[in-house]
């Protein structure tokens, strides 16, 4: 199995903030690597698909970069809606694997 | 509107079995394939088993190998987990998700929680 290992386990950050979560995969997956939020008591939500591609509906200040190992998430200002846990996700190869996640809280 | 609704979950004793069920609605449940993931309390998010848009391909965790079986009837638009022999640590909320283009999980359901405790 493919081990995501994210960084870091939490942050704490303000309204208007630029954030950013790393992630890094055990071995190469090219670009199939995905995000995710979660809110407490919800189902996660996809955010960013194959490294970079933002998914129907969701806001332009987030976006996605990176390749091979090494990913990133950036908030670019952040917003109260926005505090919740990330997760990142590898689809290169079965099973999909998820980074243990980052809790993004009001500082 | 992509719907997914969970059933099934509930308190089941250690060795005991439950049976979780996913239906879906708005969407055609043959052009996916099927996955479940389940969230233990305060913890993050594990693959569990899929099973591809025929049926004819099923994959399992190592965690769970051997004790749940996923099935799906796409006449019925519906997706199954059958869990056997379960354990505290299977203790989670469970969601059916669809794998959809780029081999993302695009659509969750709302989870459904099994608890395994005597």
């Known amino acids: 199995d493919i081990q995501m290992t994210q960084s870091p386990s939490s942050l704490s950050a303000s309204v208007g903030d630029r954030v950013t979560v790393t992630c890094r995969a055990g071995?190469?997956?090219?670009?199939?690597l995905n995000w995710y939020q979660q809110k407490v008591g919800r189902a996660p939500r996809l955010l960013i698909y194959?490294?970079?591609n933002l998914q129907s509906g969701v806001p332009s200040r987030f976006s996605g970069s990176g390749s091979g190992t090494d990913f990133t998430l950036t908030i670019s200002s952040l917003q109260p809606e926005d505090f919740a846990t990330y997760y990142c996700?590898?689809?290169?190869?079965?099973?999909?694997?998820f980074g243990q996640g980052t809790k993004l809280e009001i500082k | 509107e992509v719907q997914l609704v969970e059933s099934g979950g509930g308190l089941v004793q250690p060795g005991g079995s439950l049976r979780l069920s996913c239906s879906a609605s708005?969407?055609?449940?043959?052009?996916?394939?099927m996955h479940w993931v389940r969230q233990a309390p305060g913890k993050g998010l594990e693959f569990v088993s899929a099973?591809?848009?025929?049926?004819?391909?099923?994959y399992y965790a190592d965690s769970v190998k051997d004790r749940f079986t996923i099935s799906r009837d796409n006449s019925k638009n519906t997706v199954h987990l059958q869990m056997s022999s379960l354990r505290p640590e299977d203790t989670a909320i469970y969601y059916c998700?669809?794998?959809?283009?780029?081999?993302?999980?695009?659509?969750w359901g709302q989870g459904i929680l099994v608890t395994v405790s005597s």
């Open positions: 998700v669809t794998r959809g283009d780029y081999y993302v999980y695009d659509h």
């Open positions: 708005g969407f055609t449940l043959t052009t996916y394939a």
């Open positions: 099973i591809s848009s025929s049926g004819g391909s099923t």
């Open positions: 071995q190469n997956v090219r670009s199939y």
């Open positions: 194959a490294a970079s």
């Open positions: 996700q590898q689809s290169f190869s079965t099973p999909y694997t």
